[in-house]
């Protein structure tokens, strides 16, 4: 099988009606079958140790899954009980994913939330397993853990991993985990030791003899709207079945049992897990695990060549940061002939940040697009056929997409002419179930003309003639100045080209009379110096559409990220709300203790103003009335509160990125 070409190779594969696994489990145990003795997972919690990796083969993986299955049947989980996870990335975590999910629903956590996120997001999902890191020297999990135990009525076990048997000598003889250490559990939750408990578990079959149905719900993932605030979308067993093999066949013998995957992103996240999970583990493939902390973790990123070479990594999946991070570790001097692709999502890979990776390495950049709502990738330019610049490429097989006119209330008007820009929809068995929040699905949802529902992502694009797609806005992040929209890659792809600029991010800052101005923050690269009115010219000079200039450029030390490395605009713009407010009530003559905004899952953005003793509260709400947000304002004597539009949020989306050798 040799992988995609044209739109011609797509319909044919959807004519061929294939018979795909019913599940995620029985799509990982054809793999084992057809591959038991072959390495299927790597891991190496030191990258100073990436020479000395645990290994183990399929028939040993798939018997651990089974194991962990088994072991959460035995805690009661069911098909409709959700098996809550907060870890790093460890063996472990991608025991609990699929043991998980052959036996009940999957919710994904980002270890990186603070204790009241996660608590909420346990009652959200109504975890009645959680499965995190035990005590040791150093961790952080647990002293997070503790404290929300009791805010979660659903949750019944606790299951703790012990660090301690990856490592060796004095370290390890500090951990050694015993569920009887453990003082002050909350009454009702019972305390497991996770390695112990699946030890004891057959690992031949599936003690709950449970058939798993394609519509049978696999995993919750929680995504972002505008405002960062998280939502948990329901996905399917068919859903994550027929991405990865959609995937797979665009891809081709692009990745099959020869080939090697590093996996450095988060495994809470859909990238990691369907990209350098699920795909690579349908086809027999081999993924290295790189570090707990993936990419972040101490060393990676300085030895990534040295990795690539020794394991003679053949692709691998990142975010725009992490690139352009490597572009500042010297490759000279290593093999790295092995390397095949190389995965860029969550975020646009900046064309100028492409150009210099491919003069660095040898890489040529392959774009496309996905997002969790569709459980990874939607759409891949072609490794076989041509590579169109700009766009995201041809859509994958068995999943429909089109771009399409919406009216002002986002019904539905008509298909777009062929080169006509409209919002991109997408339907087929990868599309999602929705939220779990049933108000988070209002005008989700599109009846498109073709029968069924259409899942509107959000996102503005057009389709050429030959099937390939370009995305020429993003409707979440758009800039809006005097009704005109301006969508921050125009500022952003500029100023990537200057020399000392390493990454960018343009955001919309509030105006009482524009709607929003347009301000760019900009981190530099080691040892470069600029100044903000050099970079200012800068744009000015490169910047072709005169709305689009930013009204200002703010260097800062380092730009702000979200835990699988993307940026985090959500801070930046809540940066440019307060110190817009805060001028408007200055000149204004309102004198303020505090400005401060926040995001609030039902209402968007939030600012709090507390006013100086003294000043006038009425005035202030005047000054605040000009701005569209909700505010409230107190002050030592009076508190009141006003309310603005709220800003619509749509589905997290992602731009994907497929690089492969020149």
Not at 307 to 313: G, K, L, M, Y
Not at 338 to 345: A, D, I, Q, V
Not at 417 to 432: D, H, S, Y
Not at 589 to 613: F, K, N, Q
């Amino acid at each position: 099988m040799k992988g995609i070409a044209s739109m011609a190779d797509v319909v044919a594969i959807e004519r061929s009606h294939p018979q795909l696994p019913t599940s995620t489990y029985d799509m990982i145990r054809a793999a084992a079958a057809a591959h038991a003795k072959a390495p299927a997972l790597s891991f190496f919690l030191h990258a100073k140790d990436h020479t000395r990796p645990t290994t183990w083969s399929y028939e040993s993986l798939f018997a651990r899954i089974t194991a962990t299955a088994n072991f959460f049947h035995d805690l009661g989980v069911c098909k409709n009980d959700v098996v809550a996870f907060l870890l790093p990335n460890l063996p472990e975590t991608h025991l609990t994913l699929w043991g998980g999910e052959a036996t009940g629903i999957v919710l994904a956590i980002n270890p990186l939330l603070e204790p009241a996120a996660v608590a909420q997001l346990l009652r959200a999902g109504e975890a009645k397993v959680l499965v995190t890191m035990a005590p040791f020297p150093g961790a952080y999990l647990w002293s997070k853990v503790q404290t929300i135990l009791g805010d979660v009525p659903s949750l019944r076990h606790l299951v703790l991993i012990d660090i301690a048997h990856y490592l060796g000598g004095v370290e390890a003889a500090r951990g050694g985990f015993q569920p009887g250490m453990l003082r002050g559990i909350s009454p009702g939750i019972a305390v497991h030791d996770f390695a112990g408990s699946i030890d004891r578990q057959p690992t031949a079959r599936l003690v709950s003899r449970r058939v798993i149905e394609p519509g049978d719900l696999s995993s919750f993932f929680c995504t972002g709207g505008t405002t960062g605030a998280p939502k948990i979308a329901m996905r399917t067993h068919a859903n994550e079945v027929v991405n990865a093999w959609s995937t797979a066949q665009f891809l081709g013998d692009g990745i099959d049992a020869s080939k090697t995957i590093f996996c450095g992103l988060p495994l809470f996240h859909v990238n990691a897990v369907q990209v350098t999970g699920l795909l690579p583990f349908s086809r027999g493939a081999h993924v290295i695990l790189g570090t707990a902390q993936g990419y972040r973790g101490e060393g990676v990123v300085p030895r990534f060549w040295e990795i690539v070479e020794r394991h003679r990594i053949n692709f691998f999946s990142g975010v725009p940061t992490l690139y352009a991070g490597l572009l500042h570790q010297p490759a000279e001097g290593y093999d790295l002939s092995s390397l095949e692709y190389g995965l860029c999502g969550a975020a646009p890979m900046p064309i100028e940040l492409m150009r210099s990776f491919q003069d660095r390495t040898g890489l040529k950049i392959l774009e496309g697009y996905g997002l969790t709502e569709g459980t990874c990738v939607s759409s891949v330019n072609p490794p076989r056929g041509e590579r169109r610049v700009g766009s995201i490429g041809l859509r994958l097989p068995l999943q429909q997409m089109k771009a399409v006119i919406l009216d002002d209330a986002g019904t539905y008007v008509r298909d777009c002419a062929v080169g006509e820009v409209g919002v991109l929809v997408i339907r087929g068995p990868n599309v999602f179930a929705g939220y779990k929040v049933a108000e988070h699905n209002n005008a989700l949802w599109v009846d498109a003309g073709t029968g069924g529902r259409w899942l509107n992502t959000g996102d503005l694009g057009r389709q050429d003639g030959e099937g390939y797609f370009y995305l020429t806005g993003r409707k979440k992040e758009l800039i809006i100045r005097g009704g005109h929209n301006i969508d921050p890659a125009t500022i952003e792809e500029p100023l990537h080209k200057h020399p000392a600029v390493h990454l960018v991010a343009a955001v919309g800052r509030p105006d009482a009379h524009a709607g929003e101005v347009v301000v760019a923050y900009v981190s530099l690269k080691p040892d470069a110096t600029a100044t903000e009115a050099e970079l200012l010219s800068f744009a000015h000079d490169h910047v072709t559409e005169r709305a689009a200039l930013p009204k200002r450029i703010r260097i800062i030390d380092e730009m702000p990220l979200s835990a699988v490395g993307k940026i985090f605009k959500p801070d930046l713009k809540h940066r440019e709300i307060q110190d817009a407010l805060s001028s408007a009530l200055r000149e204004a003559g309102v004198r303020t203790e505090s400005v401060t905004s926040g995001s609030d899952p039902t209402h968007g953005t939030i600012v709090d103003v507390m006013l100086a003793e003294g000043t006038d509260a009425e005035l202030a709400r005047r000054v605040l009335g000009r701005f569209p947000f909700r505010c409230r304002v107190s002050s030592p004597f009076q508190s009141s509160s006003m309310r603005n539009a709220d800003r619509e949020e749509r589905p997290g989306c992602a731009r994907l990125a497929w690089a492969q050798p020149t």
